[in-house]
């Protein structure tokens, strides 16, 4: 394989750096983690001319070297380790025309340290618009660099950044300027102890060694006498050194760019007037999540009834065509239509993330963080968790990881511990189910159904928990850290297709992949231990039943015959095991599996059921006419009646039943303490709730 | 009292004075909150937290605390 050129692309957020990624590799680009961390990789490949190949990753969006998140600690220490395999050739520092000067701050960082680097002037299309002009040769001059002018959004200007990926080698390494000129007396101490050390790099070791213990210092090693004592003294010298760097940058750009006010229009204070407002803001922002939410449970059940029908027609045309067999039982009962659970939900979460990297593209989601954040700070949270909470409405994964970009450690962990309690779109089939049984399907006047308004009222119940809990732990956790909210309210965009396409490709491949691997796995699993048993009563159960009902007709003695093979099968004796400990509750053991195997994934409760209950297809109707036939051996009524069916509702609505999650709340907190935190508090929380009801329903 | 940004009203620009205060984030000087750039209040939410400010060209809204840490003088 040939050579590929690495390119890092660096930039602060909104920059549109991940449209010029876009645009570099198309959809020839793949996401993953950092070892480790759940940061996303994104990397990709672009063809340059005569079978030149450039290897592109999209690093995190960063305001400057010195990081104060983990996603900006990403990017240190990949340019910082000379010897990794991510480290680059050349840097591509992206950075919009608008924010020009923000921008070169990190642009001025990345010079120094011994990097080809170009800058990518983004957004050029702008320019007009808001009386910008530039001197592009007295620029690149200064800054010592090229520049590529390019607009992400007409795709112009791509070209010309490509040929100057390809010719590299001939770009300056040199810094722009000198910016360690400040302390003159302490780094000149420091560059004499480790002469052949770029001094730049010694002191980000040094800073990034204070917030960031771990830090890996790779073959540096800096004795005590230049480590910096305390926080506040660092602090000074990062601020001296901003300082030094805003005059070098403002110098340059007082001669290189020309701002015409009179020609801006402003757009965004128009916008902003009505988006922020006291009172339409709000109102607008509401109207938005109705939209949402709409679009998740109505637009979105067209889609999913096909995919149900596509699979139950799967699962026949199988069983008539090939012989029939264990392993074609296998896939008929257990493979298709575990396939079919994770399909089925592959509209909604596409409709959330479409909406969700709309409202974030377009710039909008800033606005919304900043209308939250004063409402969300009394119960311990952020405006940034308004994001989580809402996407955890779709999953509790996403959401846990849409956390990151909260600085404050105690809001983020109270975000990350609550999340799990917002109505994800796996609850939404046992709810449906539950309430399809239990709650009359009668209307209140003219336009609300009962059915209706308690999918509502567990929605808010969902929210209203998570809120309440957040205000609960902030009582209770006592974790000292900074107060610090800065948030970057970006111009108004209109959304380009292609990001919002590949963010809502991305974002359902992840789930499909991920979340589908354990439901998957789980439908086979349950489909085993359902269809085999430990004992004679299980191999015998055709001729026991058939001598036992003579009388019966081949329908209700194929009925009998599952039922009895159910309750001697393994599936059978582990549900019998834990049937004292939910028959309080109101469930019999068949439900006891159910929410035993939901610890895995909630959405396989149902699928869960259908198999237990022996039906071969997956339609609904089937599944709900034998539940709804079911008897509770006890009282000798039916199984699911109002207590019973509230009884499940509210522990599916509270319990933590989901190891993805875990393992994601694992891996953003680092520690097993507070997933593991989450699954016991929220389970005992489920039974006790569960049960109270139950016992005053009865 | 002192001026700071959290006593300025809407629409009213200021220059800022001195940044002494540990609790300023660092990452906000590097968004432009340094000593002599302009600061102008956009928009407040209710109860006046966050502010929504142009701090020298930058767009971006903090809470009102660290906005009290910040002198200014108004222009």
Redesign the interface.
Known sequence: MAKQIKVSLIGNPNTGKTSVFNLLTGLNQQVGNYPGITVEKKEGVCKLSRGVKAHIMDLPGTYSLNASSLDENVVIELLLNKKGKDYPDVAVVVSDVENLKRNLLLFTQIKDLDIPTILVINMADRMRRKGISLDIPLLEKELKTKIALISARKGEGIDELKKLIESYTSLSKTPCFDALSFAPDYFGRLQKAFPDQSLYKLWLVITQDVNFRKFDKQDMSISSDFKIKSESELKRLQQKETIKRYQFINNVLKKGLTVDEKAATGMRAKLDRVLTHKFWGYFIFLAILLLIFQAIYDWSSYPMDLIDEAFAWLSEVTKTSLPSGPFVDLITEGIIPGLGGIVIFIPQIAFLFLFISILEESGYMSRVVFLMDRVMRRFGLSGKSVVPLVSGTACAIPAVMATRNIENWKERLITILVVPFTTCAARLPVYLIIISLVIPDEKIGWIFGYQSLTLMFLYFLGFGTAVGSAWLLNRILKIKSKSYFVIEMPGYKVPLFKNVAINVIEKTKAFVFGAGKIILAISIILWVLASFGPNENFNNAEETITELYPSLSQEELDNKIASHKLEYSFIGYAGKAIEPVVAPLGYDWKIGIGIISSFAAREVFVGTLATIYSVGSDEEETIKNRMAAEVNQVTGGPLFNLASGISLLLFYAFAMQCMSTLAIVKRETNSWKWPMAQLIFMSIFAYGVALIVYQILK | MKTTIATLKRGQRALIKE?TS??I????????C??GNEVEL??T???Q??M?LNI????????K??AAQIEVQII
């Open positions: 940044i540990d609790i984030p660092l990452k906000l000087l590097e968004m432009g340094l000593p956009l928009q939410a209710p109860f937290c966050p929504y020298n060209g930058s767009h971006l809204a903090i809470r605390e660290i």
